[in-house]
């Protein structure tokens, strides 16, 4: 899993047996790899961008395919496991572009790239890849997509949970107490850690987040920023909702900032904003007042926003999903595994399947190393 945020790659490997709600998952090995500088500059050249070079676009399509086999070998061999002794490979790829159209006008889109068939065949291990698109086809947006994982391994009888996850973007997934999948609610909620990691390295370029708060703490919150943050039209439109980095970018909200705004009090203001935004959403589309939150992704590791989460939802119980078993880190590679392990073993696709809001379907094209 590389996501929005572009730190690395997430590498899990685990053991599966059984399929839906009797889906045993056992997380073996997990790491995460760092990109260098000059790989994630090149991606930035096209990720989210209106205008690109597409000569680029089509050389990264393999370059990122290219660079993601050859971490994953090395990552094996530092396991001690040979790549014949790995089934699949499951691989999200690279959001290069999402797009939904609420509109009406037009469809939604995704793009994600590092091709599978190059993935396969340098690895010499099936690879499943470009799971996004099969929930577009059936009525989707093609994402939030983790709720099959959260349903499937997360459910709990008898407790209201909600398996919140602060990447990029942030979104969640609501599972009831009582189990019903037709009432699970998934949605988007806004930023995550995009656009506070975006000022930080606009900012403060010799870093590439807020380790700790340690900036977001030093400033003040600017309230009349905040609010015109949250008046932003993504907050009005109907749940559920996908979103990312082409909506909430710098380019946009700078426009809404005070002129005499410091770089401190901007960076407080985002990290409010995106506890507020998580917050409002949870509150609005579950209508709970009291849950279990499980938190994953990297603003889980974010001081200030958990600080500012508990004070917003001061009757839900807020914890790091890795209580849950698998840590949080390697949540959302777990998931990956977990569609490429139900495209294999679930006896009973449909097209009338859902969960919650969600099409409910089997998700991954099949690339063969030969």
């Known amino acids: 899993m590389s996501g929005t945020s572009l730190d690395g790659l997430d590498m899990a490997l685990c053991r599966f047996t059984g399929q839906g709600l009797s889906t045993n998952c056992e997380l073996l090995h997990f790491d995460s790899v760092s990109f260098d500088e000059s790989f994630k500059t090149s991606i930035r050249a096209v990720f989210a961008q209106e205008n690109i070079h597409f000569p680029s676009l089509s050389t990264l399509n393999v370059q990122i ?55 396969a065949h340098l690895t010499g291990i099936i690879t499943l890849s470009d ?33 919140l996850n602060i990447g990029g973007i942030g979104n969640f997934t609501y599972l009831p107490a009582n189990q019903d999948p037709k009432a699970i609610l998934v949605t988007d909620t806004g930023p995550g850690n995009t656009l506070m990691d975006a000022w930080v390295r606009t900012h403060y370029p010799e870093k590439s987040f807020d380790e700790d708060a340690q900036i977001a703490r030093s400033g003040k919150i600017n309230t009349d920023f905040l609010s015109a943050l949250l008046g932003l039209p993504f907050f009005k439109e109907s749940f559920p909702k996908s979103t990312g980095p082409e909506y909430f970018n710098l380019e946009r909200i700078e426009k809404l900032a005070p002129a005499d705004i410091t770089p401190a009090d ?63 880190a390697a949540k959302e590679a777990v998931l990956f595994a977990l569609l490429a392990n139900e495209t294999l073993m679930d006896p009973t696709p449909g097209a009338a399947r859902r969960l919650g809001d969600s099409p409910w379907m089997t998700m991954g094209k099949i690339s063969l190393p030969n």
């Open 131 to 163: 799971f996004r698109q099969k929930h577009i086809a059936a009525g989707g947006e093609g994402a939030p997509i983790a709720m099959f994982g959260d349903y499937f391994l997360f459910t709990q009888a008898g407790e209201e949970r909600i398996l």
């Open 266 to 328: 901007f960076l407080a203001t985002l990290t409010r904003f995106t506890a507020e935004s998580i917050a409002l959403t949870i509150q609005h589309y579950t209508g709970l007042h009291q849950a279990h939150i499980y938190v994953s992704g990297g603003g889980a590791r974010n001081p200030l926003m958990m600080e500012h989460l508990k004070n917003l939802m001061p009757g839900f119980t807020i914890q790091d999903s890795a209580v849950l078993g698998i840590e949080s």
């Open 65 to 119: 395919a290219r660079t993601h086999a050859a971490i994953i070998l090395k990552t094996l061999q530092a396991w001690g496991i040979r790549p014949d002794e790995v089934d699949i490979i499951a691989s999200h790829g690279q959001t290069v572009m999402h797009r939904p159209d609420r509109s009406g006008k037009l469809p939604h889109s995704t793009l994600q790239i590092g091709d599978g068939d190059h993935l």
